[in-house]
T-cell receptor
Framework: SQTIHQWPATLVQPVGSPLSLECTVE??????LYWYRQAAGRGLQLLFY??????ISSEVPQNLSASRPQDRQFILSSKKLLLSDSGFYLC?????????????FGEGSRLTVL | KNEVEQSPQNLTAQEGEFITINCSYS?????LHWLQQHPGGGIVSLFM???GKKKHGRLIATINIQEKHSSLHITASHPRDSAVYIC????????????FGKGTHLIIQP
């Protein structure tokens, strides 16, 4: 069966520090991978998605970047965190969202920037 | 961009009550997802539907494509159903076709 792992679950970082959130998927090949952010009182916002190794699409201009070094690994990074980067980050995967594929989410990473 | 409205935003009910959560959207879609977000933050996909009705246990989801409206029903509600329920219509064309509602915060009291 397919599983998705995301870590760390909780992170408290000072402004200006770097960030690395990691997500891995097991039990499937060539998944579509997504990073979402959920700010307090707001809906999920798509940050990045990837349809293959090295292929990253960015949805919003921001302080963050994403990379997909391996087929089932998706990393969210920042060189210098801002206060506004605080939020709940979710990684997700699907086998074909364009065809109406189901989304599967990781457990999320709660980031607090102080 | 699809405008998604969920109602109610917050709902508190007693155990055993029949629950209805509504979702309206503005742009035609290929499918609609209903998600459940647990108090700890993890999200689980409940349904993905493009027409008619789907049932899973005590949960029922319906969609009317012409009216751009979907509902999620919970029969014989239980405190463990307490969660945030999120509707996400998919207007197709890839990942950026998915829009998420702000969610309905449901509390079921024993």
């Amino acid at each position: 069966s397919q599983t998705i792992h995301q870590w760390p679950a909780t992170l408290v970082q000072p402004v200006g520090s770097p960030l690395s959130l990691e997500c891995t998927v097991e039990g499937t090949s060539n998944p579509n991978l997504y990073w979402y952010r959920q700010a307090a009182g707001r809906g999920l916002q798509l940050l990045f998605y990837s349809v293959g190794i090295g292929q990253i699409s960015s949805e919003v201009p921001q302080n963050l970047s994403a990379s997909r070094p391996q087929d089932r690994q998706f990393i969210l990074s920042s060189k210098k965190l801002l206060l506004s980067d605080s939020g709940f980050y979710l990684c997700a995967w699907s086998v074909g969202l364009a065809d109406g594929g189901e989304l599967f989410f990781g457990e999320g990473s709660r980031l607090t920037v102080l | 961009k699809n405008e998604v409205e969920q109602s109610p935003q917050n709902l508190t009910a007693q155990e055993g009550e029949f629950i209805t959560i509504n979702c309206s959207y503005s742009v035609g879609i290929s499918a609609l997802h209903w998600l459940q977000q647990h108090p700890g933050g993890g999200i689980v996909s409940l349904f993905m539907l493009s027409s008619g009705k789907k049932k899973h246990g005590r949960l029922i989801a319906t969609i009317n494509i012409q009216e751009k409206h979907s509902s999620l029903h919970i029969t014989a509600s239980h405190p463990r159903d307490s969660a945030v329920y999120i509707c996400a219509p998919d207007s197709g064309g890839g990942a950026d076709g998915l829009t998420f509602g702000k969610g309905t915060h449901l509390i079921i009291q024993p």
